[in-house]
């Protein structure tokens, strides 16, 4: 019988890497579409309606903008970045059951969504599904190239599906349902490229960083730092000069490709070619708003954030008044004022144009030390991702850098250290956390499963057998 089994196994891992993927992204939909299954019908929340908004009036007039009121002209705007809404847009063209429930949802006040708009959503979540699913693919593709190991691969597709995150997004309507299957392509390129040399995987890592841009702009920002990054590592490691400007050029024309015709567009339309108007103010205002802890709910909150078990930790170990304000569900919590904290900074701006300014030079630099203190706190928020999954994964994760770092594994360190500075610029700029955080689940449990694999390999070294 013990036999038998690992003949089975020997075929299966005697498979083509094609047919692993295509199983990889079977499974994956199908265990997303179980989501679809029992949350069919959940409508857009007051987050998403902006989205929503930007998406109806695409479909309808082909202007990316938004209007007052469901009778209003629609107005340009560059407010949002334009992909997530486009592809809603492009799904809507396809279904004309989803096009009208959008367009009900659009306007209507939430009470009166519930009873009156339709939620024929089905379909669009299954989409979605299928759009996640290129998490686990990307996820079994890293740790393949990695590990050479098919077994390790299928190890990290287990830890991905396990977190449980990515099945939250798929009847939502998030960005994220973009952002991760991008970020863990992004992943997966940084890898080969770092393996291989080869430029074309230079050129696709620079345009999947435009693609994120255009879901989120603060995804610019590790653009230019991978840009620098790099540029530099083919330098060093070609030792010569000119390889810095070879890569740059490779990563910069691609990356243009993708952003170049928003870039256009913005600046036909608002003499400017910025990704967005007073998108990254209002993320930043967000997260200003969490400058009012007090010491003992900063000091709290690094067990209040623990991963699934902090709450219950803290409510246990503090008085109510340490940890109430941290509380989601809190009628007066922090949670519950961002929102207007956001909208009183920018009356005080005066023009949504003046926001971010008037958000750097009145309450960002004056109260730059206590905003240090709480970035650290959002950093140890940050890293908890998945709840309890994390307690366990995070550590091996991180344990399993230390030793790609004494290694000089470039291709796992540069990668993790693109993780890390994401988190540090999330943790600098935003509040949504731990919606932020779900892109570093494919590279966790990628390294947790290359440890595993190394564990299992040197138990078999020490009890006499040949390694598998």
């Known amino acids: 019988m013990e036999n038998s089994l690992k003949h089975q196994w020997m075929r299966f891992d005697g498979w083509p890497v094609s047919s692993h993927l295509w199983l990889v992204i079977l499974i994956g939909f199908l265990v997303f579409s179980v989501s679809v299954w029992r949350h069919g019908d959940r409508a857009p929340d007051a987050e998403a309606i902006g989205v929503v908004q930007h998406a109806v009036a695409l479909h309808q007039n082909f202007t990316f903008g938004y209007a007052k009121s469901e009778s209003a002209a629609t107005k340009p705007s560059m407010f949002l970045p334009p992909l997530q809404s486009t592809v809603i847009a492009g799904v809507m063209s396809l279904d004309q059951n989803l096009a009208q429930s959008l367009q009900c949802h659009a306007w209507a006040s939430q009470d009166k969504a519930t009873t009156t708009c339709a939620t024929a959503y089905r379909p669009f979540f299954l989409v979605q599904a299928l759009i996640l699913s290129l998490v686990p693919f990307f996820a079994w593709l890293m740790a393949w190239q990695l590990s050479g190991k098919k077994a390790i691969a299928w190890s990290s597709v287990v830890l991905v599906l396990l977190s449980g995150r990515q099945a939250y997004y798929v009847t939502s309507f998030s960005d994220n349902v973009f952002i991760l299957p991008l970020f863990a392509a992004l992943l997966f390129t940084l890898v080969v490229t770092l393996q291989s040399r080869y430029w074309l995987w230079i050129i696709a890592t620079g345009l999947v960083c435009g693609l994120l841009a255009l879901t989120q702009p603060i995804f610019a920002w590790i653009f230019y730092a991978l840009l620098v990054m790099l540029s530099y590592w083919r330098a060093t490691d070609g030792q010569n000069s000119r390889y810095f400007w070879q890569t740059a050029a490779q990563l910069v024309v691609p990356y243009l490709l ?23 103010a209002s993320m930043l205002a967000e997260r200003l708003a969490w400058n009012v802890m007090n010491g003992l709910e900063l000091a709290v909150s690094f067990v209040w954030w623990l991963g699934g078990i ?55 630099w004056p109260g ?59 943790a600098f700029v935003s509040a949504d956390l731990p919606a932020n955080s779900d892109i570093y689940i494919p590279m966790i449990s990628v390294l947790v499963a290359m440890l595993a694999g190394e564990w299992f390999r040197h138990n078999q070294i020490t009890d006499g057998q040949e390694p598998v």
């Not at 036909?268 to 108007?277: G, N």
């Open 310 to 364: 902090g709450p219950d930790l803290a409510s246990a170990a503090y008085p109510q008044e340490a940890w109430q304000r941290l509380d989601p569900a809190a009628a007066g919590g922090i949670h519950a004022s961002v929102t207007e904290y956001s909208r009183q900074t920018l009356i005080a701006a005066g023009s949504l144009k003046n926001h971010l300014s008037y958000l750097l030079d009145a309450e960002l």
């Open 258 to 280: 993708v952003t170049g015709p928003w870039m256009w567009r913005n600046y036909w339309a608002f003499d400017t070619t910025a990704l967005t108007d007073g998108y990254i």
């Open 368 to 426: 730059i030390g206590k905003h240090l203190s709480v970035t650290l706190a959002f950093i140890w928020r940050g890293l908890w991702v998945g709840g309890i999954w994390s307690l366990l994964a995070v550590p091996l994760a991180i344990a399993f850098t230390a030793v790609s770092i004494s290694r000089r594994r470039t291709d796992i360190t540069m990668p993790m250290s693109t993780c890390g500075l994401m988190l540090l610029m999330f």
